[in-house]
């Protein structure tokens, strides 16, 4: 039996402050990913989490790609397979 032991949802917080793309490992398709924008002007004057799906590979090539704002949930914030990742581009 495979025991992976990744990171705790506070551990892959820390990796995103840290300038980091994280993803659960336990998350169906491969390619997705969240990262932390930093506010580059003053329309978004806030930090916020987001989900980008644009290396998304699924057997459809039609699927939607998006990047998107992300709110995490109960099962994200009590995972332990938060890993990180490089960030992927089409």
Same mark, same amino acid.
């Given at each position: $039996?495979?025991?992976?032991? =990744? ?6 917080? #820390? %990796?995103?402050?840290? =300038?980091? *793309?994280?993803?659960?490992? =336990? ?5 997705? /990913? ?7 002007? #003053?329309? $978004?004057? %806030? #930090?916020?989490? /987001?989900? *980008? ?8 090539? #039609? ?10 949930? %109960?099962?994200? $914030?009590?995972? *332990? ?10």
């Amino acid at each position: $039996m495979n025991k992976f032991k =990744g990171l705790d949802f506070g551990q892959a917080l #820390e %990796q995103l402050r840290a =300038g980091k *793309n994280v993803a659960r490992r =336990g998350w169906n398709g491969s390619g997705i /990913y969240i990262g932390l924008h930093k506010p580059v002007n #003053e329309f $978004m004057t %806030q #930090e916020f989490i /987001y989900i *980008n799906t644009t290396g998304l590979i699924t057997d459809n090539d #039609e699927s939607p790609k998006s990047l998107v704002p992300w709110l995490a949930s %109960q099962t994200d $914030m009590l995972a *332990n397979d938060w890993v990180v990742v490089a960030a992927r581009s089409k």
